[in-house]
T-cell receptor, first 113, second 111 residues
Framework: QKEVEQNSGPLSVPEGAIASLNCTYSDRGSQSFFWYRQYSGKSPELIMFIYSNGDKEDGRFTAQLNKASQYVSLLIRDSQPSDSATYLCAVMGSGGSNYKLTFGKGTLLTVNP | GAGVSQSPSNKVTEKGKDVELRCDPISGHTALYWYRQSLGQGLEFLIYFQGNSAPDKSGLPSDRFSAERTGGSVSTLTIQRTQQEDSAVYLC?????????FGSGTRLTVV
């Protein structure tokens, strides 16, 4: 059973701070990694994806990937109250399952004004 | 359409009844997925359709669950003889590459 682990939180940060969300995964063959944001009562929304080791930046969001450590993270700079949501890490399967995303249970982020 | 459309948005059913949930994917998306999200739980994979290939049904929790996809587009998830543990949000997603786009989900409550 391939697993994706996230700290459930809640993670609470003040407005303007950097929020750091972490994820580890068990499938060493995985090549594609995704971060989804889910507001309460809403469906998940894709915000970032990363395939290569290192950092990928998109506006206030930076995804970081370290395949050797099987670790993915999401940094949110200048956090805003509107960033308050559950963040889901998702990992694409490898080999014959290279179409199936396995999701972590999510980290609840609260940004305090 | 512009997004993945699911219906109904909410469904309350009595234990033992059958229910059908519908998903209309984004036009041109060849892959379609059903996931289930229970309170406090992560997203649980149910089934995957890709073009005319045989679906991956490995996530269906019991033989009371079935799904079909007609004409490579609309999909229906059917749950027979519903049980209280079936209560969850059922999410459909479609994709053209590896990033999924989710619909707004169907919240199923079995009473």
């Amino acid at each position: 059973q391939k697993e994706v682990e996230q700290n459930s939180g809640p993670l609470s940060v003040p407005e303007g701070a950097i929020a750091s969300l972490n994820c580890t995964y068990s499938d060493r063959g995985s090549q594609s990694f995704f971060w989804y944001r889910q507001y309460s009562g809403k469906s998940p929304e894709l915000i970032m994806f990363i395939y290569s080791n290192g950092d990928k930046e998109d506006g206030r969001f930076t995804a970081q990937l370290n395949k050797a450590s099987q670790y993915v993270s999401l940094l949110i700079r200048d956090s805003q109250p509107s960033d308050s949501a559950t963040y889901l890490c998702a990992v694409m399967g490898s080999g014959g399952s290279n179409y199936k995303l396995t999701f972590g249970k999510g980290t609840l982020l609260t940004v305090n004004p | 359409g512009a997004g993945v459309s699911q219906s109904p948005s909410n469904k309350v059913t009595e234990k033992g009844k059958d229910v059908e949930l519908r998903c209309d994917p984004i036009s041109g998306h060849t892959a379609l997925y059903w996931y289930r999200q229970s309170l406090g739980q992560g997203l649980e994979f149910l089934i995957y359709f890709q073009g005319n290939s045989a679906p991956d049904k490995s996530g269906l929790p019991s033989d009371r669950f079935s799904a079909e996809r007609t004409g490579g587009s609309v999909s229906t998830l059917t749950i027979q003889r519903t049980q209280q543990e079936d209560s969850a949000v059922y999410l459909c997603a479609s994709s053209l590459w590896s990033g999924y786009t989710f619909g707004s989900g169907t919240r199923l409550t079995v009473v």
